[in-house]
């Protein structure tokens, strides 16, 4: 167990809705990434938050959004959803504000847009 | 062109056998940091190493050992004895200052351990 929790574990949603994914890193980590994980496009990073700035961003849809709050938990909303955002969403923390800092994963929310 | 790359997409051994993922990486930083994640069939990615450009040491823990050469630019990862429980997706990856220490992601390989 990393430490970091994700919810829900799965969501089916249909095609033009929106959904919001939630985190919570490992304590004392300031640091939350978020990844997306489809199997024609492996481990895509979307976005990091330290401390409740957002720090970095990669590849990251305009209709997707994310934010961190004061208690250091995370958010990812994803709107207007397509059957292509279906895929494998991870949540991982550390403590820096670096990638050369290791990363530690939560299990992630499998997203199913019908 | 690939900063990381993991050519082998997927690897089939059978138990007890050793196995060697390859990583090659590209990088023009002199700091920069590797390293390994596990990802078994549960889905969780899991932590195994993080090695930086300064330390060329290889590291052993238990079956795991990890060969860091610069003057190839490959960090590679042997199981020894490998077994079943091993059977996952491996990733390599690479945080440089070019980047922003971003961490730059293989596309992983999977390894499979038959009985």
């Known amino acids: 167990d990393s430490g970091v929790t994700q919810t829900p574990k799965h969501l089916i949603t249909a095609t033009g809705q929106r959904v919001t994914l939630r985190c919570s890193p490992r304590?004392?980590?300031?640091?939350v990434y978020w990844y997306q994980q489809s199997l024609d496009q492996g481990l895509q990073f979307l976005i990091q938050y330290y401390n409740g700035e957002e720090r970095a961003k990669g590849n990251i849809l305009e209709r997707f959004s994310a934010q961190q709050f004061p208690d250091l938990h995370s958010e990812l909303n994803l709107s207007s959803l397509e059957l292509g955002d279906s895929a494998l969403y991870f949540c991982?923390?550390?403590?820096?504000?670096?990638?050369?800092?290791?990363?530690?994963f939560g299990p992630g929310t499998r997203l199913t847009v019908l | 062109a690939q900063k990381v790359t993991q050519a082998q997409t997927e690897i089939s051994v059978v138990e007890k056998e050793d196995v060697t993922l390859d990583c090659v990486y590209e990088t023009r930083d002199t700091t920069y940091y590797l390293f390994w994640y596990k990802q078994p069939p549960s889905g969780e990615l899991v932590f195994l190493i993080r090695?930086?450009?300064?330390d060329e040491q290889n590291e052993i823990s238990g079956r795991y050992s990890w060969n860091f050469q610069k003057s190839t630019s490959s960090f590679n990862f042997t199981i020894t004895a490998s077994q079943v429980v091993d059977s996952a997706v491996y990733f390599c990856a690479l945080s440089e200052a070019d980047s922003n220490y971003q961490l730059i992601w293989g596309a992983g390989t999977k390894l499979i351990i038959k009985p």
């Open positions: 991982a923390s550390s403590v820096g504000g670096s990638d050369y800092n290791e990363q530690f």
């Open positions: 090695r930086n450009s300064f």
């Open positions: 304590s004392g980590d300031l640091s």
